[in-house]
């Protein structure tokens, strides 16, 4: 048991040190285009859609940050949608479009985020249509730095940076490390067209995207996942804009938290297994590397933490037997002369752990160095290295259990129209 899980540090730490070598290697490839740098000469019509669900308290802020926006008012279009909410939400968009007659409000019976989405899409009349979540703020450049990427014909949608709004708490500092991390892994990523998420917090697509794919799914709660894969099955390209920042609200607690991350990781599993063929190295290449790579680092942090948690077991176990036969007298053991400095070992394994420790420090500094992110840096970094990992890992053991076993997760009641 003890070599098992030893081959299955060493295949891991090797694992995550050649996704990094890869990640550099194609950000120095690709240094000369890391922003879109072509100037928006013709300012497209925009249409952007807020899907709403019981956002009383977000709503008003969002839509002024969309207001706000550094674009000709002519030119943009904002459709607010309520999804059947029971609160107030309702009635704080009417009270906005009072002031701001340009807005348009929908209203709809619940049914979930992508029905809301599919009310607004064939009313919108922009030249390109955007999504946002009603809890996320746009800076106000962020519309016209995405713009910039269709210029490239084969692009038909582009992603935003996603950065978590003011982070106080410890759960909000673990959250901001993780989004300035994965903020930067994504541009790599969509270097090597492997991009396989159109994020709530604004995501941009040309109109015609959704007449050539079709309208939004209920998509196991994941419906940006899917629509991501629906245009990678097609070929279509996903472009990110490190420069256009997007603040949402980091989740308040672990429940929270572990709510949405078993959402957004059963999502994943089961999309990928409606689109299977993305898995064919022939038609989609780099993609199909990426999404196996990925599942194989599923199954390895999976497996490394069912076996440290019974090898730990069986050890404390052992322990607890030897302890009872010495009648839990532990004074000689406290002897000078037993103390010894033999545990400390400088492995090959331990080398390497110290590497992938350090690629990951670099993972994130450079995040926040492409991302433009200023925040003040502070001993939440260091909790979010301690404890991510293993709260990762058991977040994937238990969306692999609920797929296995075929279980449906409940979010709020398993309410569809719920935003988690």
């Not at 949608?81 to 929908?106: W, Y």
């Not at 090597?192 to 709660?221: D, K, M, N």
């Not at 409606?274 to 680092?297: C, E, K, Q, V």
Request: aromatic share 12%.
């Amino acid at each position: 048991m003890i070599d098992l899980i030893e081959i299955l540090t060493y295949t891991g730490t090797f694992a995550a040190l050649y996704f990094g070598i890869l990640v550099f290697i194609t950000l120095a490839e690709n240094r000369h285009c890391l922003y879109e740098k072509t100037p928006l000469l013709n300012l497209p019509s925009v249409s952007i859609i807020l899907p709403c669900f019981n956002e009383e308290n977000n709503v008003e802020d969002s839509l002024i940050s969309l207001v706000n926006l550094d674009y000709p008012q002519d030119k943009l279009e904002i459709i607010a949608v309520d999804d059947g909410s029971h609160d107030n939400t309702l009635d704080k968009m009417l009270a906005f479009q009072l002031k701001n007659p340009t807005i348009k409000v929908l209203h709809k019976e619940n049914g979930g985020k992508h029905t809301a989405l599919n009310l607004a899409i064939p009313q919108a009349t922009g030249e390109i249509i955007g999504t946002i979540d009603a809890d996320c703020l746009v800076e106000p450049n962020a519309l016209k730095q995405m713009l910039k990427y269709f210029h490239d014909p084969k692009v038909m949608a582009v992603v935003s940076t996603i950065k978590v709004r003011q982070p106080r708490t410890l759960m909000d500092g673990i959250q901001y490390a993780e989004f300035i991390v994965s903020g930067f892994i994504k541009k790599i990523i969509s270097f090597l067209g492997g991009l396989t998420v159109t994020p709530g917090p604004l995501s941009l697509f040309r109109q015609e995207t959704f007449t050539i794919v079709g309208p939004y799914r209920q998509a196991h709660l994941t419906e940006d996942l899917e629509m991501a894969l629906r245009l990678q099955s097609q070929n279509m390209k996903i472009a990110c804009a490190w420069e256009a920042a997007v603040y949402t609200k980091g989740k308040p607690d672990l429940k929270s938290l572990s709510q949405q991350r078993l959402r957004w990781q059963r999502g994943f599993l089961l999309n990928l297994k409606d689109y299977s063929p993305l898995l064919n190295f022939r038609a989609h290449g780099n993609l199909s590397f990426l999404l196996i790579y990925s599942l194989a680092g599923i199954f390895l942090s999976v497996a490394l933490i069912l076996l440290s948690l019974f090898q730990i077991t069986k050890g404390v176990l052992g322990h607890l037997n030897q302890a009872w036969l010495i009648k839990f007298d532990f004074l000689p053991f406290f002897s000078f002369k037993n103390f010894n400095l033999d545990w400390i070992k400088l492995t090959p394994l331990a080398v390497m752990g110290f590497l992938a420790l350090a690629l990951i420090l670099g993972f994130f500094f450079l995040g926040r160095k492409y991302t433009f992110e200023k925040g003040k840096i502070d001993e939440k970094i260091f909790f979010w290295i301690l404890l991510y990992p293993f709260l990762n890992a058991f977040w994937w053991i238990l969306t692999t259990a609920s797929v296995v076993s075929g279980r449906e997760m409940k979010w709020h009641g398993n309410n569809p129209g719920k935003k988690i």
